[in-house]
């Protein structure tokens, strides 16, 4: 099946589902970019369009379809009234997002809507125009891209990192070997990150961030490139992190997945609604 007719069977699915026309044009808008990024057959990224269909419309029917949870504890994460221009442009308009330990967040939105500058922003790496970010704890950041050094291998990267979170470089080492093998990686001892592959690196990437349990994760789509199998361990990852007490803000543009999080924050419907 080509993309054009997985897209239109999809459109098709969804109405069945009864998803409405805007939403329905939104979610095939957002399969089709993920399509055309990915480069693979449509059935391998989504599955049959006519599931894909039935987990978009589970995930909008409210928090009975969610995994149970524990209670949620403090605040750990407090984003008030954000907003971010480029050259004049508003990027985020006054933008809240609350997250409380052992909560989820997804913040959706389409291209270009401002997720991983928000979340850059939460992570004290840009600067908002106005608004605050308050994080109560400690902090760990996995960002989209480009977060390793090229010459160092794994084991540096886990040292690095971790002694700047008061690891010893022994600690360091087993926690991030660890971690990795929870996404079914072992690092090679001695190969530099320009070599591994680009899912290996988000893999060491999203160690990092996870290095010595910080209070707070914020994961800037942290799977790409990362197969099935990988994928799914990740989500695994994340819920024993909630578990686990963390607030993790997770940035995603794959609607199929709000279902397995708390809160979601959407920057498109944000900035529809101020407009
Ligand atoms: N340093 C910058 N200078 C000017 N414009 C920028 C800068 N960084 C981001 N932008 C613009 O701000 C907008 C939001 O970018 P951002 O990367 O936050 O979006 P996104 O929702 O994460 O997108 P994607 O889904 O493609 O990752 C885009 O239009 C982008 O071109």
Known sequence: MNH???LAALTGELRRHGVGP???GHVVAEAATHLAESGEPPLRVFGPPEAYARAVADSLGGP???PPRRRPGPVRLAAQG??????GRTVLDRVDLTVRAGEIAAVVGANGAGKSTFLRICAGLLSPDSGTVRIDGTLGYCPQDGGTAEFLDPDEHFVLVGAGRGLSRRTARRDGRVKAAALDWTPPAGTQARHLSGGTRQK???VLAGL??????????????FDRGTYLDFWHEVWRWRDAGKAIVVV????????????????????????
């Open 4 to 6: 054009d007719d997985w």
């Open 22 to 24: 805007d939403l329905t």
């Open 64 to 66: 009975d379809q969610r």
């Open 82 to 87: 954000v907003t971010k221009r480029y050259r």
């Open 204 to 206: 060491l990437n999203l």
């Open 212 to 225: 010595g349990e910080p209070d707070v994760l914020l994961l800037d789509e942290p799977y790409q490139g």
């Open 252 to 275: 995603t543009h794959l609607l199929n997945q709000l279902d397995r999080v708390d809160i979601v924050l959407d920057l498109t419907a944000s900035r529809e609604r101020v407009a």
